[in-house]
T-cell receptor
Framework: KAGVTQTPRYLIKTRGQQVTLSCSPI?????VSWYQQTPGQGLQFLFE???????NKGNFPGRFSGRQFSNSRSEMNVSTLELGDSALYLC?????????????FGSGTQLSVL | AQTVTQSQPEMSVQEAETVTLSCTYD???????LFWYKQPPSRQMILVIR??????QNATENRFSVNFQKAAKSFSLKISDSQLGDAAMYFC???????????FGTGTRLTIIP
């Protein structure tokens, strides 16, 4: 079974631009969650999607948004990029998103904002 | 809001020896899960072990075991017979059954000395 796939692996953007990151979950998994990892703030929860609906959201500004498609693939979008958005963005999938479920993570997208 | 504290930014251990990583958390809730995740240089987070707060018995997964002290809000990870492949960042995480958000600690970098 293929793991969680995130594309692209690396991305360089400039301030003010927008970016879209993609996450394909493990086949059969319906829950996808996103995390931002930075040296300063550590790992922070962004949002979770289940069956095309946002089920949970972290404390991030509205510039961060996401969506999930009928095949459970998910995208996250960051508009009007700021230097502080430079981070590793990780997505994780699980079967139905229950609290105790094992999360399967992708290898992340490293975003650099210049 | 829940907080997770890992007081050891770095740890090292001789190969084949035992090492314990510390984690404390702060919560007023009674229903939650605790996790240890490992992040090797590949960046992909991997679940090491999980513990449900209602279970008094400490979780064990092969060479990995936890010491869960609910009253003290402590959740340490013991790695026995350390191997070179155990070298990684280790993150302690808390997931509330109430808001279902996953909160990570700042991580402990584990080095294995051959």
């Amino acid at each position: 079974k293929a793991g969680v796939t995130q594309t692209p692996r690396y991305l360089i953007k400039t301030r003010g631009q927008q970016v879209t990151l993609s996450c394909s979950p493990i086949s059969g998994h319906r829950s996808v969650s996103w995390y931002q990892q930075t040296p300063g703030q550590g790992l922070q929860f962004l949002f979770e999607y289940f069956s095309e609906t946002q089920r949970n959201k972290g404390n991030f500004p509205g510039r961060f948004s996401g969506r999930q498609f009928s095949n459970s693939r998910s995208e996250m979008n960051v508009s009007t990029l700021e230097l502080g958005d430079s981070a590793l963005y990780l997505c994780a999938s699980s079967l139905v998103g229950m609290v105790g479920e094992k999360l399967f993570f992708g290898s992340g997208t490293q975003l650099s904002v210049l | 809001a829940q907080t997770v504290t890992q007081s050891q930014p770095e740890m090292s251990v001789q190969e084949a020896e035992t090492v314990t990583l510390s984690c404390t958390y702060d919560t007023s809730e009674s229903d939650y899960y605790l996790f240890w995740y490992k992040q090797p240089p590949s960046r992909q987070m991997i679940l090491v072990i999980r513990q449900e707060a209602y279970k008094q018995q400490n979780a064990t997964e092969n060479r990995f075991s936890v010491n869960f002290q609910k009253a003290a809000k402590s959740f340490s990870l013991k790695i026995s017979d350390s191997q070179l492949g155990d070298a990684a960042m280790y993150f302690c995480a808390y997931r509330s059954a109430l808001d279902e958000k996953l909160t990570f600690g700042t991580g402990t970098r584990l080095t294995i000395i051959p």
